[in-house]
C-alpha cells in the first residue's frame, strides 16, 4: 500500500467533514437563540455567560453528509466493473461486501441520530433521566440484534450481546458526563476517533477501509466543531445532542472494527478500546462511585467530574482540559502498541502502564484534595 494512496485516503475522509462541521455550526451560532438553545451560566457550570447550544448538529451533520455521498459512490462502484477496474489495485477492496456491510452501518447511524434527536431535546426541555436511559438501552438493544455484536471470544453469543449493550450505555454517558468544559469531550473524542482509525487502517493484518474510514470521517467532524468554536474560551457548546452520538459511534464503531484476526494478532489486542477510552471511562466510574456514596442520583448533575476536581486543586479550566488530553492521548498510544508484542505478558505490561497513568491521576488529586483540606 503506497504513502500516497493512504494519505490520499486519509484527506479525502478527514478534510470535507471539517469544513462542513464548521460551516453548520458557525450558522447554529447564530440560530441557536431564536430555537430556544442558549445555556445558560449556574452553579453546577464553569462558564459565566450564556452560551449557544447546539454543536452536536453541526457533528451529526458532518458526519451523516459526507457518508451519504459516500454510500452513492460505493453503489456506483458495486454495479459496475468498468468503475472498479479505474481504481488503483492495491486497494483490493470487495465492494460488494462493502455495499452489504453498509446497511449496518446506516443501523448504527439511524441509532446515532435518533440519539442526537433525543439529547437535542434534553437541551430544549431537560428530559428525566431515566426516559434518556431507557431510550439509549433500547437504541443499543435494537442495534445489538441488528448484528453489532462482540463476540469477546465467548461461546455463549447471549453474553457478548449482553456486554456490547453495557459497554454502549457506558460509553454514551461517559462521554455526556465529560462533557462539562470548553473542548473536552470533543477533545478526548478526536484523540480516540484518531487513535481507532490508526490501529485499524495500520495495525490489522489488512486495512479495515470500511470502519477506518467512517471513523476519519467522525474525526474530522469533531475536528471542525472543535478547533473552530469549541476550544476555550468555546463559542458554542455540543449539547447532549453532540456528546451522546459520539458516544454511541464511537462505542459502535470500536464493535463494529475488527481488532483481532486470526493468524495475525493475539487476542490481548481486544483490549486496546479499553486503552483508548480509559481516562473518560475514569471519569464516569470516578462520578457514579461519588454520587452514590453520597446518597445521590448517579445521573444528578454536578461538579464531581475529573476536569472539576482538578480545578479545585488549582489548575486553570484549560490547563485541566489539556492535562486530559494528555492523559487520553498517553493511554491511547497504549493500544497501538498491544500491536507491537505477541504474548499476554507484553499485554499485561502495557495495561500496567495504562493503569499506573490512571492511578496517578487518582493519587495526585485525591493527595491535593486532602492537603487543600489540611491548609483550611
Keep these: 500500500m503506497s504513502t500516497t494512496f493512504i494519505v490520499g485516503f486519509v484527506l479525502a475522509c478527514f478534510v470535507p467533514p471539517l469544513i462542513l462541521s464548521a460551516v453548520a455550526t458557525g450558522l447554529m451560532r447564530r440560530w441557536a437563540a431564536k430555537l430556544g438553545l442558549v445555556d445558560q451560566p449556574g452553579d453546577r457550570t464553569v462558564h459565566t455567560e450564556p452560551t449557544p447550544l447546539g454543536g452536536g448538529i453541526g457533528i451529526w451533520l458532518g458526519v451523516i453528509a459526507p457518508l451519504a455521498v459516500a454510500q452513492l459512490g460505493v453503489v ?3 454495479g459496475s466493473e468498468e468503475r472498479q477496474a479505474m481504481l488503483p489495485a492495491e486497494i483490493g477492496v470487495d465492494w460488494q461486501e462493502v455495499l452489504a456491510r453498509s446497511g449496518q452501518l446506516w443501523a448504527v447511524l439511524l441509532g446515532g441520530t435518533l440519539l442526537a434527536a433525543m439529547g437535542l431535546l434534553d437541551d430544549l ?8 436511559l431507557l431510550v439509549q438501552f433500547c437504541l443499543a438493544v435494537a442495534v445489538v440484534a441488528g448484528g453489532t455484536t462482540a463476540t469477546v471470544f465467548v461461546e455463549l453469543p447471549y453474553v457478548g450481546m449482553a456486554l456490547t449493550v453495557l459497554w454502549i450505555l457506558v460509553l454514551v454517558n461517559a462521554f455526556n458526563f465529560l462533557d462539562n468544559m470548553d473542548g ?28 477506518g474510514g467512517v471513523l476519519l470521517v467522525l474525526a474530522g467532524s469533531v475536528a471542525g466543531f472543535l478547533v473552530f468554536h469549541n476550544w476555550p474560551p468555546a463559542k458554542i457548546f455540543m449539547g447532549d445532542a453532540g456528546s451522546c452520538f459520539l458516544g454511541w459511534m ?8 475488527t481488532f483481532y484476526e486470526e493468524n495475525f494478532a493475539s487476542r490481548h489486542v481486544i483490549l486496546a478500546p479499553l486503552c483508548v477510552l480509559a481516562v473518560p471511562l475514569y471519569d464516569f466510574c470516578s462520578v457514579v462511585i461519588i454520587r452514590l456514596r453520597e446518597g445521590r442520583s448517579p445521573f444528578q448533575p454536578d461538579k464531581k467530574h475529573f476536569s472539576h ?48 497513568v490512571l492511578a496517578i491521576m487518582a493519587i495526585l488529586e485525591t493527595a491535593g484534595r486532602n492537603g487543600k483540606a489540611l491548609k483550611e
Design 309 to 356: 476536581r482538578l480545578v479545585e486543586l488549582g489548575l486553570r479550566p484549560r490547563n485541566a482540559v489539556l492535562t486530559i488530553h494528555l492523559a487520553t492521548l498517553t493511554t491511547g498510544i497504549g493500544a497501538l502498541l498491544l500491536y507491537r508484542v505477541k504474548s499476554w505478558t507484553g499485554a499485561g505490561l502495557i495495561v500496567t502502564l495504562v493503569g499506573c
Design 125 to 132: 426541555k431537560s428530559l428525566s433521566w431515566k426516559l434518556r
Design 184 to 211: 473536552l469531550s470533543s477533545g478526548v473524542a478526536l484523540i480516540a476517533a484518531v487513535m481507532f482509525a490508526a490501529v485499524l487502517l495500520t495495525s490489522t493484518g489488512q486495512p479495515r477501509w470500511l470502519v
Design 250 to 257: 464511537l462505542a459502535c464503531l470500536t464493535v463494529m472494527g
Design 76 to 78: 456506483l462502484l458495486a
